[in-house]
């Protein structure tokens, strides 16, 4: 089937090494940051969230990291496995706003056996 | 428990035809999203219900589309006179109703406009 990847940036990473998905937000108001997995033909899948309030958050192998002075999210998958291996995009959203969540370009990733 | 429904999977029509799409969120949960995603691209926003009422439907891009969910939990998303440009996945996210909750994703519906 077509795939969500189409036309996106890849990352390529080795099974076992870790991967690091970087997202530059575009709201300086935002205050809810979400990372989504996506897999050919599905919808996105929730990964991992973070608010403003907090500059990293851990998670099972992953852990997203924020940086507001510069609007950057990024995304750490430790042993990456070919499980892994999906679009992947940040979503944010603004408290107290209509709760729409806007999406960043999404990344490929993609894991070498 | 179960996640976020869509049906149907898939959708083929011809232009100009009407088209409904269902979602049915997870129980419980009081807000409901409809997003729609071109390929290559990541969802974009089309209307976020808060119960019954439709609190943000600016991301509705015409008034070919309007989307109900009169008793405040499945949603039917409708798009009149189909063009070829509506082609895209169709996809449904709900949360628990709190401002900036996590949404949760249904698979999406796609659909092509011959």
């Known amino acids: 089937g077509e795939s969500v990847g189409l036309h996106l940036p890849t990352l390529s990473v080795q099974e076992g090494d870790n991967s690091i998905i970087n997202c530059a937000y575009s709201?300086?108001?935002?205050?809810?940051f979400i990372w989504y997995k996506q897999e050919s033909g599905k919808g996105p899948q929730f990964i991992i969230d973070?608010?403003?309030?907090?500059d990293k958050r851990q998670g099972q192998r992953v852990t997203v990291l924020l940086n507001k002075t510069v609007k950057h999210l990024s995304l750490q998958i430790a042993a990456t496995q070919p499980g892994d291996s999906a679009v992947y995009f940040c979503a944010e959203n603004l408290t107290g706003a209509n709760s729409k969540l806007t999406f960043g370009k999404g990344i490929t990733l993609s894991v070498r056996p | 428990g179960a996640g976020v429904s869509q049906t149907p999977s898939n959708k083929v029509t011809e232009k100009g035809k009407y088209v409904e799409l269902r979602c049915d969120p997870i129980?419980?949960?009081?807000?409901l999203y409809w997003y729609r995603q071109s390929l290559g691209q990541g969802p974009e926003f089309l209307i976020y219900f808060q119960g019954t009422g439709a609190a943000d439907d600016s991301g509705l891009p015409n008034d070919r589309f309007f989307a109900v969910r009169p008793e405040g939990s499945v949603s039917t998303l409708k798009i009149q006179r189909t063009e070829r440009g509506d082609s895209a996945v169709y996809l449904c996210?709900?949360?628990?109703?709190?401002?900036?909750?996590?949404?949760?994703f249904g698979p999406g519906t796609r659909l092509t406009v011959l």
């Open positions: 996210a709900s949360s628990p109703g709190l401002a900036a909750d996590t949404q949760y």
């Open positions: 129980s419980g949960h009081t807000a």
């Open positions: 973070i608010r403003s309030n907090m």
């Open positions: 709201n300086s108001a935002s205050d809810y």
